[in-house]
């Protein structure tokens, strides 16, 4: 595992793979994610696909991999997975409006509850292969990686075409899973949350743990180097995923609000979202490491000397400025290897904490 992570992965991590992109059409975005789709299978992924991935995981060769999409003619997002539609089944709004109903509080309006829950019943359910009936087997994994990581105006969306029953084809465009569900987490949840809530054979509660890397471009008015920047092109070069951060840092913040007022009020019957004890969340954030990396700098930041080591917030800044792309300069690398280290040791005791019994 060492000699993986410190050889094929860092090597592949360190490859400028925004190359596809320049040398694909230009002004038309949609193109380009192909492109990019065939470099890493020429590099990374070798035309495995689909029906590869599920006899790796069925062996216990791999863990269930999820990849997030949104389809940009629904407004829902896409779930590229072997796992059937059943796996994400866990309704949250029916349940949130259960706990409601089971505990009223004076002056709430459950008649007018229902009626927002009703108009977005379904779009906290995701599309899956099943849902536009489609044979995910022969797809390449690299091809909905791409889609995946569609961002907006810079590649994508990836254009499939499914097919009913009797021969009808529909066009499904698949793009940025950042537009709806940046991290994943609400797709994590989803599938982990009934696990969790269910007890096991014996009638005990059942533990998870959800591992979040966050590693999106920070949002700091006083760090923020947008603020010199006249141009859309000068700010979707630093990090083209922006327009999907922004939307995902307030969605987020709703999003873990409520998981934690749930976990506070809820009534111990409800069960709506796992208790803190049996699915903690461990947040991984390159930049919490800046301490650490003020004092002890890599190499590699040649702005940077023995005699002339940064201060924490210097150092903070440089992490705040490592934008989120498919290529980084040897410093930023550098700093992500090393903070990544560094903050996983720092949550070493809650994760092992988390997965004893």
Request: net charge negative; proline share 7%.
């Amino acid at each position: 595992m060492a000699s993986f992570f410190e050889g094929e992965y860092l090597k592949a991590m360190n490859e400028d793979w925004e190359r596809p992109l320049i040398e694909s059409a230009i002004g038309d975005a949609i193109p380009r994610a192909d492109a990019m789709a065939q470099n890493w299978d020429k590099a990374l992924f070798h035309g495995f696909t689909f029906a590869d991935l599920a006899r790796r995981e069925l062996a216990g060769k791999s863990p269930w991999l999820m990849l997030n999409g949104t389809s940009w003619d629904t407004g829902r997002r896409f779930v590229f997975t072997t796992l059937p539609a059943s796996a994400f089944s866990y309704q949250f709004l029916p349940r949130v409006r259960e706990a409601i109903a089971a505990h009223p509080r004076p002056g709430v309006d459950l008649a007018a509850v229902d009626r927002l829950f009703e108009l977005d019943a379904t779009r906290f359910n995701p599309m899956t292969f099943e849902e536009v009936d489609a044979d995910p087997a022969g797809l390449r994994l690299s091809l909905a990686v791409a889609s995946s990581s569609s961002v907006p105006l810079l590649m994508g969306p990836v254009i499939f075409v499914t097919h009913d029953p009797d021969g009808t084809g529909h066009v499904q465009h698949i793009g940025d899973g950042g537009m709806f569900d940046n991290q994943g987490i609400e797709t994590l949840a989803q599938v982990a949350f009934p696990k969790v809530l269910a007890r096991d054979a014996a009638g005990a509660p059942r533990r998870g743990l959800l591992i979040v890397v966050d590693a999106s471009y920070p949002f700091d008015g006083d760090a923020d180097v947008y603020r010199r920047d006249d141009n859309i092109l000068a700010m979707l070069d630093k990090s083209p995923a922006r327009i999907s951060d922004i939307m995902e840092q307030r969605a987020r913040a709703y999003q873990l609000l409520l998981w934690e007022s749930l976990r506070t009020l809820q009534d111990p019957s409800d069960e709506v979202v796992p208790s803190a004890r049996q699915l903690p969340i461990v947040y991984l954030r390159h930049t919490d490491a800046a301490r650490e990396l003020a004092m002890s700098p890599p190499p590699a930041c040649t702005q940077w000397t023995p005699s002339k080591v940064p201060t924490e917030a210097e150092m903070l800044l440089a992490l705040s400025r490592i934008p989120t792309r498919f290529r980084h300069s040897a410093c930023d690398a550098a700093l992500l290897e090393a903070s990544a280290r560094i903050v996983v040791a720092a949550n070493r005791l809650r994760i092992v904490d988390a997965m004893n019994p």
